[in-house]
């Protein structure tokens, strides 16, 4: 929380611990799996494998006044792949910053759309331009659930089962402070 305090001998030396960030999910967002799941931040330009502070349940954390980078893991399959939220947040003294959670992408399908195989069968985004083997975030065997994702510009692959190839379904889909609903109904 602080460096260089000096603690003198017979004396108590006060900190203060008031400054943090509170991330503040829509409510569309589907709840962190409490084991695998979690939000947390790194220092400014750093990994997400070098997570100072994180929680699988608490939607504010303690943290130093500086700069940082906010992850997001939803659950189990997204475990290695932590989503950048938001890049270089300030934290400063005796503020808890507030960070919104809401934007996203959620599909609405036709009604003959085949279910997902719930194993190897998944829907995802990629920045628009990209190939499936840099999936941002993705949902694997279902499609009820939306993605959230950080503001930007993305395209949508689905893949419907372990002999299917991913597909390019939708593409330049902008995404800025909501939810963004994709119909993927070729009719419309």
């Known amino acids: 929380l602080v ?11 006060k900190i ?4 943090g960030l509170t991330l503040e999910p829509a409510a569309w967002v589907p709840t962190r799996n409490t084991d ?14 070098k997570r100072l502070q994180w929680s699988n349940t608490a939607d504010t954390l303690l943290l130093a006044p500086g700069q940082y980078d906010i992850y997001w893991v939803q659950d189990y399959p997204m475990r290695n792949h932590p989503l950048l939220l938001v890049s270089g ?8 910053t507030k960070i919104s959670a809401n934007a996203g992408i959620k599909l609405k399908l036709p009604a003959n759309t085949p279910v ?34 950080p503001p930007g510009k993305y395209d949508i692959f ?31």
């Open 36 to 49: 695998h799941g979690w939000w947390g931040v790194v220092k400014a330009g750093e990994p997400p494998t």
């Open 89 to 96: 947040t300030t934290v400063k003294a005796g503020e808890v």
């Open 116 to 149: 997902l195989d719930s194993n190897n069968g998944w829907w995802g985004v990629v920045q628009t331009g990209r190939e499936p083997d840099v999936l941002i975030h993705w949902s694997p065997g279902r499609v009820d659930q939306p993605l959230l994702l």
């Open 158 to 188: 689905w893949k419907q089962d372990h002999p299917s190839k991913p597909k390019r379904v939708k593409q330049a889909i902008v995404v800025n402070r909501d939810l963004v609903v994709v119909d993927l109904d070729p009719k419309n």
């Open 16 to 19: 203060s611990a008031n400054s």
């Open 3 to 13: 460096s260089g305090t000096t603690v003198k001998a017979g004396e108590v030396t």
